[in-house]
């Protein structure tokens, strides 16, 4: 399996984890919550990035998102890294993420995880002391506006729990 990038350098990836509840049509109660992955590569590495998202099946997010070759690998209870092409690729966390129960029990009650490749530029600068809220709020118009513009992928990631 190749190793993107090097053990020499960490990927430039911004990773946030969240749940997402659907309602039914008939707006009913909603169905059991989902996990996410929302992932953004530096201009640098975005290229090679939605190349192999490519490869592995990713497509507009549009829909529900396409089942895909990609994985999701938690070890030890930290999600660690994205694996594209069929495993032949990984994308490794610029650091281990500590997911919350909920997201770890959603993640498991699929199998998998639904994951958002954002375009560089998505992740809104913060100045110091920016509140929550405020955060939430900027990084979710930019969101927004990257999928409007039909700039962002996303596909069905299997769970791997190491």
């Given amino acids: 399996m190749g190793t993107y990038p090097s053990a020499a350098r960490q990927a430039q990836l911004r990773v946030a984890l969240a749940l997402r509840e659907f309602v039914p049509d008939d707006a009913g109660d909603p169905g059991p919550p989902v996990a996410e992955a929302l992932v953004e590569a530096a201009a640098g590495d975005y290229p090679l990035l939605v190349d192999h998202a490519h490869e592995s099946g990713f497509g507009l997010c549009l829909g529900e998102p396409p089942p895909t070759t990609a994985q999701v690998l938690v070890h ?3 999600v660690v890294a994205l694996t594209l092409v069929g495993e032949r690729q990984t994308w490794l966390l610029p ?3 500590d997911p919350t129960p909920a997201w770890l029990d959603a993640a498991e009650a699929h199998g ?3 994951v958002e490749l954002l375009p560089p530029g998505t992740w809104p600068a913060y100045g110091r002391g920016c509140p929550e ?3 939430v709020r900027r990084f979710n118009a930019r ?3 990257a999928t409007e513009n ?3 992928l996303h596909g069905a990631a299997t769970l791997i729990d190491e």
């Fill in 112 to 114: 998998m995880v639904v």
């Fill in 143 to 145: 969101l927004r506006l």
């Fill in 95 to 97: 650091a281990p993420m």
């Fill in 150 to 152: 039909a700039a962002v």
């Fill in 76 to 78: 030890r209870g930290y």
């Fill in 133 to 135: 809220d405020e955060r």
